[in-house]
């Protein structure tokens, strides 16, 4: 906005010059305010157009990092969900992840009801009773890897920020939930090296963005270590796109 406001005050400099021009340059040398008039035109133009094709591009350039990043963000979530169905707790390392995925198994079970002679109940009313129950049967184990990647191998790369040098910071531990101590993890990657490249006034305004369908905040990120949750801070579209 500001940008566009000194264009405008500059567009009216340059109208004002040329009326002074034409009032008090003599004919002759006229030539050299015009062709000085004509480089500050095409400059002026030039900075209105990148004021308004920036912020499109940027956005345009943002929103193709970010979907490759949440990708990866994604399958980290995936495989600390496994990692929690099997050990009870979430990992802060990601090499004990890799291995995790790459040896662990779930095991398969089947619930069926049955009943059985209340043996309590015959105690105290002296009658035969019998009382309804839930058998878990164990029928075999399944390979994390091959229920959650199937054929990829992309759980081996999961931690690397793609389009940066950096890794996702892992963390995971626990939080008290009234009586209960719950398991929580959260992997993100600052926003600032995505867009490293890219013009310094839009990446502050990035950093300290609040919108419905924007990444908010300074991170990209998946989890929490506040609040039990696997969410990730992304709007949905990311999560409709193929």
Do not use: C, H, Q, W
């Given at each position: 906005m500001?940008?566009?406001v000194l264009i405008l005050l500059?567009?009216?400099a340059a109208v004002v010059l040329v009326k002074l021009?034409?009032?008090f340059v003599p004919q002759k040398t006229k030539w050299i305010f015009t062709i000085l008039f004509w480089l500050i035109a095409v400059f002026v133009g030039w900075k209105l157009y990148d004021s308004i094709m920036a912020?499109?591009?940027?956005?345009?350039?943002?929103?193709?990092r970010y979907a490759k990043v949440i990708e990866n963000l994604k399958d980290i979530r995936d495989a600390q969900i496994a990692h929690k169905a099997v050990?009870?707790?979430?990992?802060?390392?990601?090499?004990?992840?890799?291995?995790f995925i790459d040896t662990a198994e779930y095991t398969l079970t089947q619930r069926r009801d049955s009943s059985i002679n209340d043996e309590?109940?015959?105690?105290?009313?002296?009658?035969?009773n019998t009382k309804d129950?839930?058998?878990?049967?164990?029928?075999?184990?399944?390979?994390?890897k091959d229920s959650i990647f199937k054929n990829s191998d992309r759980y081996k790369t999961m931690m690397n920020v793609p389009g940066s040098d950096q890794i996702f910071k892992l963390d995971a531990g626990e939080i008290e939930k009234g009586k209960s101590m719950l398991p929580v993890f959260e992997a993100k990657i600052s926003k600032k090296y995505l867009l490293e490249d890219q013009p310094k006034n839009l990446v502050a305004e990035e950093l300290e963005l609040q919108a419905v369908d924007g990444?908010?905040?300074?991170?990209?990120?998946?989890?929490?270590?506040?609040?039990v949750s696997t969410n990730g801070n992304w709007p949905r579209k990311y999560d409709e796109e193929k």
């Open positions: 500001i940008t566009l500059t567009l009216v021009i034409d009032k912020p499109i591009e940027f956005k345009k350039e943002k929103e193709i050990t009870g707790k979430y990992s802060k390392d990601f090499n004990a992840l890799v291995r309590e109940y015959f105690k105290t009313y002296g009658v035969e129950i839930v058998i878990i049967d164990t029928i075999g184990t399944a390979s994390v990444v908010n905040g300074e991170f990209i990120s998946v989890g929490s270590m506040d609040e």
